[in-house]
């Protein structure tokens, strides 16, 4: 898989197929900032205007499965339908399938970025095609890679003939096999060099003061008036027995005797 062929390299559909793919790649690589791949947000379709027919957005459903987002004009008439949610898989042959499915994992799941070469077969109405496929790994929301900008390019293999009056892909659906593939694995940005600990002056730095308690100040009060100390009442003297004992109270009297 990762091995790449060029059988196809000197076609013209070949030649569009890499041209269309070389600036949509730059397009990616120009988002990157840093970082191994961009995230869909940063995707603006006015970037990609020129290959904007032949672009899609896949989002990944499964291990080995993703599901068009967004299509291009060019990849719906390859279908003869519209193929938003429909699985990439669906453009191909049932004997491609895994090879795809295998490709589509590995953009996700290493993160790589994928391209194959493509074949359609001629048929009834339908000339034979030449394709061009290439996926871009992008990050979501919460920056997992569950996301790939990519294109796909089909041509007739010859010019048609004027004659024939039929210039485009024949009659849909189409379906491709993979002539060739190749996987690119991402490459790590490199780690930053981390910032060299002050060397020791010799000198004894001073107590840390995190730990110490703050000294209190005076609250001041503000608007508030300020506020006389409370001095409260003396007590009467009927509240001062009612709090006394019965015993303290027998001996505040004192016993008179009379003498006879």
């Known amino acids: 898989m990762d091995r790449e062929t060029d059988s196809n390299a000197a076609s013209p559909?070949?030649?569009?197929?890499?041209?269309?793919?070389?600036?949509?790649?730059?397009?990616?690589?120009?988002?990157?900032d840093g970082r191994p791949m961009p995230a869909r947000a940063d995707i603006d379709p006015r970037g990609i205007d020129r290959a904007l027919q032949f672009a899609f957005i896949l989002e990944r459903v499964a291990p080995g499965m993703a599901?068009?987002?967004?299509?291009?004009?060019?990849?719906?008439?390859?279908m003869g339908m519209e193929v938003r949610g429909m699985p990439l898989t669906s453009l191909f042959a049932p004997e491609a399938r895994k090879q795809i499915a295998d490709l589509t994992e590995a953009v996700f799941a290493r993160p790589a970025i994928a391209e194959a070469q493509l074949a359609s077969a001629a048929?009834?109405?339908?000339?034979?095609?030449?394709?061009?496929?290439l996926m871009l790994p992008l990050t979501d929301d919460f920056e997992a890679v569950t996301r790939a900008l990519g294109c796909f390019v089909a041509e007739p293999l010859r010019a048609p003939d004027a004659a024939d009056g039929n210039p485009d892909?024949?009659?849909?659906?189409?379906?491709f096999t993979v002539s060739a593939a190749r996987i690119k694995p991402l490459e790590k940005p490199p780690l930053r060099d981390p910032q060299p600990s002050p060397r020791p002056t010799g000198r004894r730095s001073p107590p840390a003061h995190s730990f110490e308690q703050p000294v209190p100040t005076a609250a001041t009060s503000g608007f508030a008036e300020s506020q006389t100390p409370y001095t409260p009442r003396p007590k009467s003297r009927a509240a001062h027995l009612a709090e006394m004992t019965p015993e303290e109270r027998r001996a505040m009297f004192r016993v008179v005797r009379q003498e006879g």
């Open 13 to 32: 559909a070949s030649a569009k197929g890499r041209r269309v793919g070389n600036e949509l790649h730059a397009y990616w690589e120009a988002l990157l």
């Open 123 to 133: 048929g009834l109405g339908k000339p034979e095609l030449t394709g061009h496929l």
């Open 169 to 175: 892909a024949g009659r849909a659906p189409r379906r």
């Open 67 to 78: 599901r068009f987002r967004l299509a291009g004009q060019h990849i719906c008439d390859l």
